[in-house]
């Protein structure tokens, strides 16, 4: 009677349903002979050379030579190699996915008229919300505040967010609260790519930044102990808050260079 698959975790984990049989086998008696396989799996013999070889290909056959010659399974924990490559495709999938997620739903927003709304949660929610904006091909309007955008692991995603932008070279408008570390940072940062003037009636120490690009406008906040990020893509939406940033900027920029009339990014290219 041919053998029947007692561990359905091999198919699984990708092995084909005949290789799984054959590994199954030599799992089950330990070193064999290509002809006893052939007997107890009821496959044919060219069949089962076939798939020993490609066992051994990938790894997790051993072809042990002698007067006769004998295969032995590898010990089960190599078959771990599956499992990563499974997690690697999958962390892979799920990066394309997000990718075209973005444009997906643009199109989706374009077709039905409805705002689209994504949220994210946790660090890697923050940082997949975060790099969405280096999607765009104009300029990033944002409100910060340097004290808990630069702090911990924040800091860290931001330092890699900040370089791509410039190897982008995507421009960057940024409202910043007055407090000591704004005004330190503003001068560090400026370049030809960004941008900064300091609101002198926000609060300082507000934990949230907010990122307006192309038709969407990105909320974030910065409590570690509740990490949450929403994108809404929305004319109307977008609309407001890209006209309640250039109010404060005009006003602020204006204040800080009373002879100037350009009151947008100068610097910007």
Do not use: C
Not at 89 to 95: F, G, P, S, V, Y
């Amino acid at each position: 009677m041919p053998h029947s698959i007692h561990f359905p975790i091999l198919n699984k984990l990708g092995l084909a349903e005949n290789e799984a049989l054959i590994y199954e086998l030599l799992l089950e008696r330990g070193k064999s002979m290509a002809r006893d396989l052939v007997t107890e799996s009821g496959l044919g013999r060219g069949n089962v050379y076939n798939i020993l070889t490609s066992l051994q290909q990938k790894g997790f056959v051993l072809l042990i030579e002698g007067k006769q010659t004998l295969f032995q399974a590898v010990d089960p924990s190599k078959l771990r190699t599956l499992s990563e490559q499974k997690i690697k495709e999958a962390k892979q999938l799920d990066a394309e996915f997000q990718e075209a997620l973005s444009q997906m739903s643009s199109t989706f927003n374009l077709s039905t008229g409805r705002p689209t709304i994504q949220i994210f949660e946790g660090l890697e929610g923050f940082e997949q919300a975060i790099f969405d904006s280096l999607n765009t091909k104009n300029e990033i309007l944002t409100y910060s505040d340097p004290v808990t955008i630069m702090k911990g692991e924040f800091g860290k995603i931001n330092a890699r967010y900040v370089k791509k932008r410039h190897n982008l070279n995507i421009p960057k408008r940024i409202i910043f609260p007055d407090n000591e570390s704004a005004r330190k940072l503003k001068n560090e940062i400026a370049d030809e790519l960004t941008n900064v003037v300091i609101a002198h009636g926000f609060s300082p120490g507000f934990n949230t930044i907010v990122e307006i690009y192309d038709n969407k406008v990105a909320f974030l906040t910065l409590r570690e102990e509740k990490i949450i990020s929403v994108i809404i893509e929305d004319e109307d939406i977008v609309a407001m808050q890209r006209n309640q940033f250039e109010y404060i900027w005009k006003k602020e920029y204006q204040a800080a260079s009373p002879t100037s009339t350009d009151f947008t990014d100068s610097n910007a290219k």
